[in-house]
Each structure stands twice: as structure tokens, then as C-alpha cells.
């Protein structure tokens, strides 16, 4: 066969490219790291994720005499934002706050601690931290040695069953456990005085869902407790902050998953089929991405649904 002329070529690629919507969906364009001031001394650090994936987004809180961390992230990223904070003041890290064990929220705490910070997370995150947390990490020590290299893990010391207030009549910070939603332990801060919600994992603004700690259905009553809050910005745990109606859309997210997988359940469908047959046309709106690609999220609620 003949080869075409290059500039049909070209041309043919680029049609190829808008026509997949991937394109107008923003999926080739690469994110940034950006730091952004939510409220006087309240950071919010949204990380890179495209076209490399480099953790988690973090907050930080100054208070009149130290500063609060919120999500450790990895080590390298807990180094890049001490160096940030480092910049704008002279106060010392107190705390750092992990909304969940994951390792890409937890991993960097003996950075903090190193400096005389304290780890906190609620009581219901102490198991996973113990087993799957440490595990992990040894994996990351084995897989990245240049970043993990000698480090010794640390988990949270100062752990809370529901809710911790840190406020020193300049901040308020409410940390709290709503119930088992991304993982058994989740927790966010919570901001009264300036509506602001930094939500962890258990909201998140793209497609950023990992189910396997999850119990979707815990998870929908989570968010519709959360949603009670009078929330003026969610600053999520991945993804871009934005307003309170992120909430809505996440949990949209599992009612309609779980809704279309009992659907095909029903109908008789295995999950092969379902795989290949599932569609949510809201969610590719959302986050750019076809749900078929979800299959962790696909495969995670199809067990819930048929465990018996
Ligand atoms: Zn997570």
C-alpha cells in the first residue's frame, strides 16, 4: 500500500485526537502543581497529576504560633511543601494530619515528625496503618530506594474516635470521622469559620476513586453527612478545588455505579459483560473518562452487590 502524503498524515492524527474528546476533555494537557490561598494563613497545594502522577493534594493551616499540615503525601512531596511553608514563615510544623493511611497521603509523615511535628489521624485508621499502611510502604522502599531509601515509617501518635478541634482563637480546624467511606478511617478538616472542606479521599473532584478500602454504600451516607456542613469550597484530595457541589457529584458517582451494576446484576449480566456494557455518560462529563475504564471500581462494587 501506498503511504498517504505526510500532511494528510498529520491531519488524520490530529482529527483522530479531537474526535476521541480526549482533547476538548483536557486528557492530553498536562496539570500543574499550584499553590492557592483559600483564606488568610489556609493553603491548598493541588499537585500534578497529568502526565505524571505525584501524589496527593495537601493543605496547610497557620495558626499564631505553628502550623498544621494537612495529608503528609509522599516523601519527596512532604520535603517540596516543609520547603514551601519554610518560605512563608518562621512558625514550626506542630502537627500533620492524615485524612487516611494510603501512602500517597501518609507515607511522608517521619518528615514532619523529624522537624517535632505530631501525626494525627482518627482511632478507626490505626489497624490499616498497622497492616496494609507498613506493607506499602516496604513496597515503595523496594520500588522508589532513591526516595525512600533508609526512611523509617511513622504512623500517626495522637489518634481521635470522632472529631478534634486544634484552635487557638486565631484557626479552627475540626477534624472529623464521618464513617467508613474511601477507607474504614477516613477523616477531613473541616474549616467552620471559612466554609472550607478539605475532604481527603472521601471527595474527590476527577476520576481519582479507589473503592478497593471502600464500602460504597457507608461511603454515599458519608457524603450525604457531610453535605450538612454549610461548605463554600471543597479542596479535595485529588483534582481541583471547587465549590460544595462536588459532594453531590461524587456521590452521584456510586449511586448510579451501583444502581447500573444491581441493574445488569439483575438482568442477568455477568461481569465480563457488565464490563463492556456499562456506561455513565454523567461520569465521562465529569472527569473525561469513559467509567468502562474504571474496572477497579467496576470489579470492587459488582463483589458488594453479590456477596452475599
Ligand atoms: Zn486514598
Keep these: 500500500m501506498r503511504r498517504p502524503p505526510r500532511r ?23 496539570t ?15 499537585t500534578q497529576t497529568k502526565p505524571q502522577f505525584i501524589g496527593c493534594n495537601q493543605g496547610w493551616v497557620v495558626f499564631k504560633d505553628f502550623v498544621l499540615v494537612i495529608d503528609a503525601n509522599f516523601p519527596n512531596q512532604a520535603e517540596e511543601v516543609t520547603k514551601l511553608i519554610k518560605q512563608q514563615t518562621d ?49 515503595s522502599q ?26 487557638d482563637g486565631t484557626q479552627r480546624v475540626e477534624l ?20 472550607i472542606l478539605f475532604s481527603g479521599d472521601a471527595c474527590v473532584n476527577g476520576a ?17 453527612e457531610m453535605q450538612k456542613l454549610p461548605i463554600k469550597k471543597i479542596a479535595p484530595g485529588h483534582g481541583e478545588a471547587t465549590d460544595k457541589s462536588l459532594l453531590a457529584t461524587q456521590k452521584r458517582y456510586f449511586v448510579e455505579l451501583r444502581e447500573a451494576i444491581q441493574a445488569a446484576i439483575n438482568d442477568g449480566k455477568t461481569l465480563e459483560q457488565i464490563k463492556k456494557s456499562i456506561s455513565l455518560p454523567f461520569y465521562e462529563q465529569w472527569t473525561g473518562v469513559d467509567v468502562k475504564e474504571r474496572t477497579e471500581n467496576i470489579e470492587f462494587v459488582y463483589g458488594e452487590l453479590t456477596k452475599k
Design 142 to 167: 523496594q520500588e522508589k530506594p532513591a526516595e525512600y531509601g533508609s526512611l523509617k515509617y511513622e504512623q500517626p501518635s495522637l489518634l481521635f474516635p470522632r472529631k478534634m478541634v486544634i484552635d
Design 32 to 46: 500543574e502543581t499550584t499553590v492557592t490561598k483559600l483564606a488568610p494563613g489556609i493553603f491548598f497545594r493541588k
Design 91 to 139: 512558625k514550626p510544623i506542630r502537627y500533620v494530619f492524615d485524612t487516611h493511611y494510603h501512602g500517597d497521603h501518609a507515607d511522608g509523615n517521619m518528615i514532619y515528625t523529624a522537624q517535632g511535628a505530631t501525626a494525627i489521624a482518627s482511632e478507626n485508621s490505626r489497624q490499616l496503618f498497622e497492616t496494609k499502611g507498613i506493607a506499602g510502604f516496604r513496597k
Design 208 to 224: 481519582f476513586n479507589y473503592t478497593g478500602d471502600s464500602d460504597t454504600e457507608s461511603w454515599i451516607g458519608v457524603l450525604t
Design 8 to 30: 494528510i498524515v498529520v491531519l488524520l492524527t490530529v482529527t483522530l485526537l479531537l474526535s476521541a474528546g480526549g482533547f476538548a476533555a483536557g486528557w492530553f494537557k498536562p
Design 176 to 195: 472529623i470521622h464521618f464513617g467508613h467511606a474511601h477507607t474504614a478511617g477516613d477523616a477531613v478538616a473541616w474549616l467552620p469559620e471559612h466554609g
